[in-house]
């Protein structure tokens, strides 16, 4: 492990001083690549598929791991996306003149090594490889086990890519040991490890934090909820509802509480219920909620579950206040909205709840690099250091100060 950790270490030298057309024109390779080579992603990613219907995956977590063509083209075209967008590195962030002379400027620089633990989705090793790159930081990526052949066949593929262009692939590689022990290992060494990158479940992300010694940025759960406000345009709440469940159950930025305001409630629900059924959503609701609709009971482990499958708790609630306690007990700082014609309420939930994105009349699905025109991100950091929400090649980048004098001396 020392001995990988530190050829990535010195690999790190070369990229970070790489012209960004270089960097592009290896990133387009890349994606060509992996198009050109898309039947033996599928090839093993069949064996994935497999061994996950095997272990009894669920369908949320086959759907993340599930790969074909179209997937693929979107995995390339993700990276050719990152290779178009403006050069994070060696932008000047300020600059000034001092009392003494000294002109002063701060630059952003890539942060060196960094590693990135995650689950399930293939295409993470394709985005994290290309936005490492672009940001120049070597990237040390650890997959799920459930998708290892899909993951070990990009890596050669861009590995190899790395290679016709003379780069050492230690620019881009899986850890060798993707075993707890070998997570345990990397997590510690800060000698060679700038920055750890964990998403995925709750079991993981403690884990890490609690073992670390290597700066962390988690990417932790999203418990995501969407409030609709008795000042909503309740055809446009109801799709927005919608959306945010059922669009795809199975990612962090979908809803998995809906508040309902006790104003609306007996006109709105029914609908809901009617559009959420035809979804085949599993409904689970307080009391009230219960008196007006036929649905589960919802408990209070369900208002703190994030459930990544298609079922949805529901709660009434009579006031803005109470819809905004009910967040800050239960949510998880990743995304919340809310549903509203009534500026002032909007305006108070944006400035009084505290999470990554917060929106107005839109659905909670837009948390998303590619949605929020970054190209890809790395993953949805819930942390507030140093980077917050989607996290793209910018925020994979530091800083340092570049100092010029005529002779100063203090």
């Not at 791991?65 to 967008?85: C, F, N, T, W």
């Not at 800083?399 to 002779?407: A, F, N, P, R, S």
Request: glycine share 8%.
């Amino acid at each position: 492990m020392q001995q990988y950790l530190k050829e990535a270490k010195e690999a790190s030298a070369v990229l970070a001083t790489m012209r960004g057309d270089k960097k592009n024109r290896v990133l387009n390779k890349i994606a060509d690549a992996l198009e050109r080579n898309s039947a033996l992603i599928i090839e093993h990613n069949r064996f994935d598929m497999e061994e996950g219907r095997r272990n009894g995956l669920s369908s949320a977590l086959m759907d993340r791991l599930y790969l074909d063509e179209g997937r693929i083209a979107s995995m390339a075209q993700a990276v050719r996306e990152i290779a178009a967008l403006k050069e994070p590195v060696g932008r000047i962030l300020d600059g000034w003149v001092t009392d003494n002379g000294l002109r002063i400027e701060k630059v952003s620089i890539p942060i060196g090594v960094v590693g990135i633990i995650y689950e399930s989705r293939p295409n993470v090793t394709s985005d994290a490889a290309a936005l490492c790159f672009k940001s120049g930081n070597v990237a040390i990526l650890k997959g799920g086990k459930e998708a290892q052949q899909s993951n070990e066949a990009i890596a050669k593929i861009i590995q190899k890519t790395l290679e016709e262009e003379g780069l050492p692939k230690a620019l881009i590689s899986l850890l060798p040991d993707a075993s707890r022990e070998g997570v345990a290992k990397l997590i510690k060494m800060d000698e060679y490890v700038d920055l750890i990158i964990p998403r995925g479940g709750e079991a993981l992300i403690r884990f890490v934090n609690e073992n670390a010694t290597v700066p962390v940025v988690k990417h932790d759960k999203g418990l995501c909820h969407t409030y609709i406000h008795r000042g909503a345009d309740l055809d446009e709440a109801l799709k927005i509802a919608v959306n945010a469940k059922c669009q795809r159950p199975g990612v962090c930025n979908a809803m998995e509480t809906l508040i309902v305001d006790s104003a609306i409630a007996d006109r709105i629900l029914p609908e809901l219920k009617r559009a959420f059924d035809a979804e085949s959503t599993e409904l689970r609701g307080d009391e009230e909620t219960m008196r007006i609709i036929e649905v589960k009971p919802a408990t209070e482990e369900d208002f703190d579950t994030e459930y990544l499958a298609n079922i949805l708790s529901i709660r009434i609630v009579e006031t803005l206040d109470e819809a905004i306690a009910h967040i800050r007990k239960y949510g998880s700082g990743h995304s919340e909205a809310i549903v509203t014609d009534d500026h002032r309420a909007a305006e108070r939930f944006l400035n009084e709840i505290d999470a990554a994105c917060v929106y107005v009349n839109a659905s909670t699905r837009f948390t998303d690099g590619g949605a929020f025109g970054f190209g890809a991100e790395v993953g949805i950091s819930t942390n507030k250091l140093h980077a917050r929400g989607p996290m793209g090649i910018n925020d994979l980048t530091t800083y340092k100060y570049k100092i010029y004098g005529d002779g100063q001396i203090r």
